[in-house]
């Protein structure tokens, strides 16, 4: 690629940073190799902060200029814990009944992707190519245009594309829409989001389409096309051979060597589905006795979103369920729940998943989900856990081989961890060659590769 590389998101990772994960990492290479920019906010709020305005940082990482923006209190509030996190976010993943519409919230994201818009244009070289990521920007590329910028504008969303009468919640979601097609490029996970975003267009936009992924409506053309991302196979390997990973796989080893482990690992999310998790487990405890004093549920859950009123009642459910759980199964030398609220460190992670007999990665809703393909790639291929995968991630459509579960079904669910459990070896072989294989296959160097070669090939919208 000749043209210089802009990336463009809420948050920075920094692609030296030990631990930056997949996604900082793919990015990083991807801006190295055109000595590129990523553009963000800088995660500083300034109280009191003019709204509508921000200091920028340029800061040098190896090929890489990091620019980074700091956001007013009011701007921030509305913009992210406000449209972000209370609307698009809860929306996107189904959860209407947790959305929060108020008219300053949409007024601050507008206002946040103008002040973006006006920060980077300063920026801008006339050949760039522009990858803005994730929900918190939708608008960017409409206001960019609105500047007179001409560049290549590709989009990827990282959530699920909700169906039409879901996304027809939020007040504001042909305005949404509409600015999607200011980009050259709409990429999303799975072609079920592929699915909802071309009937959303030509049900209430009357989009035409014109040949497989390209669609016409407000007097704009648009591809939009399904990029599932992935890991990099190899750098989460090779982190499992890091000191740090030995050592939490010999450890867990050795503290419950007579024990199966379950291991859950996420943000701590609504989405994620952990109270039904920890219910199918309550509930794998009930009907398979055999499982008492065995049976070991490691959760991991990072702290995310404080402050957000749905984010501090999932962490008290949890709290409560793990609770009840342990005081219910409890022994003086077992535990059957671990709940730790903490992110684990990225070193530990490929020890914590190899020390584990199943996964259970059961979202009630996620765009992929990278933790099962963490799992995967973290497994001995000669004794391999076992994946247990809700159907409503978008890693289930590519994921076949996992054991798939409807995470609502608690029942159904609790049934699914016993035939893990109980899995002969030469079927656990043979699964988890088939996701591994695809897990490799669709790697995250696929995903920017394709993204990226998709963008300079995207046909020009017209005016
Ligand atoms: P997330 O919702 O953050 O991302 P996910 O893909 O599951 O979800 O995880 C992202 C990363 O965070 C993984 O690398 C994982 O290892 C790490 N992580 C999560 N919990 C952790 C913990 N407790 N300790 C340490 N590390 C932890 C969004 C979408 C997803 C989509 C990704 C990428 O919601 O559906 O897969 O973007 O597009």
């Known amino acids: ?34 000595g590129g920019l990523w553009f963000g906010w800088s995660g500083k709020v300034v109280a009191g902060g003019a709204r509508g305005e921000g200091d920028l ?11 980074t923006l700091d956001l007013g209190s009011d701007d921030h509030a509305a913009y992210y814990a406000g449209y972000s996190n209370r609307v698009l976010w809860p929306v996107f993943h189904y959860r ?20 973006f818009a006006r920060k980077l244009s300063t920026l801008l070289k006339p050949d760039d190519i522009i990858w803005v990521h994730d929900y918190h920007l939708i608008p960017l590329a409409a206001e960019l245009r609105a500047l007179g910028c001409r560049q290549r504008i590709g989009f990827f969303l990282h959530i699920p594309m909700p169906p039409p009468l879901v996304m027809a919640a939020i007040p504001a979601h042909d305005m949404l829409m509409r600015s999607l097609f200011a980009y050259d ?39 939009a096309r399904a990029f599932p991302i992935g890991i990099d196979v190899d750098e989460f ?60 549920l490691i959760q991991v859950a990072t702290p995310t979103r404080e402050g957000v009123e749905s984010y501090e009642d999932i962490r008290r459910e949890l709290e409560g ?22 992110t684990l460190a990225r070193r530990r992670l490929p020890g914590l998943y190899r020390a584990g007999r199943v996964a259970l990665v059961t979202p009630l809703r996620d765009g992929m989900n990278l933790v099962a393909k963490e799992f995967v790639a973290a497994q001995d291929a000669a004794d391999p856990g076992v994946l247990v995968l809700s159907r409503f991630a978008g890693a289930a459509e590519q994921m076949r081989a996992a054991l798939l579960v409807n995470p609502y079904d608690i029942g159904a669910t609790a049934g699914a961890v016993q035939r893990a459990l109980r899995m002969p ?25 394709e993204f990226l070669q998709a963008l300079q090939a995207a046909e020009r919208a017209p005016g």
């Open 96 to 115: 209407l009944d947790l959305a929060q519409f108020d008219d300053g919230y949409f007024e601050g994201y507008q206002r946040v992707n103008r002040l």
């Open 425 to 449: 070896l030469s079927e656990r072989v043979e699964r988890h060659q088939a996701l591994l294989a695809g897990v490799r296959e669709h790697d995250v160097h696929r995903w920017r590769r």
């Open 185 to 223: 490029l709409i990429g999303l996970q799975s072609e079920a989001d592929v699915a909802h975003f071309a009937r959303y267009v030509e049900m209430e936009a009357g989009a035409e389409r014109l040949g497989r992924d390209q669609y016409r409506a407000f007097g704009q053309q648009v591809c």
């Open 321 to 342: 369920l793990s609770g009840q759980i342990n005081g219910e199964y409890g022994e003086l030398d077992w535990m059957p729940v671990r709940y730790i609220h903490r």
């Open 1 to 34: 690629m000749t043209s210089r590389l802009v990336v463009v998101s809420n948050r920075i990772g920094d692609p030296r940073k030990a631990a930056a994960g997949g996604l900082a990492v793919a990015l990083g290479d991807a801006l190295s190799e055109s």
């Open 57 to 67: 940082h340029l800061q040098p990482s190896g090929k890489v200029t990091l620019a």
């Open 237 to 296: 390997q090779a982190l499992a051979q890091t000191p740090e990973s030995i050592e939490t796989r010999e450890t867990l080893r050795s503290q419950y060597p007579l024990r199966q482990l379950l291991i859950g690992v996420d943000r701590l999310d609504y989405s994620k589905g952990l109270p039904q998790r920890l219910r199918a487990f309550h509930r794998l405890l009930a009907d398979y006795p055999e499982n008492r004093n065995s049976a070991t």
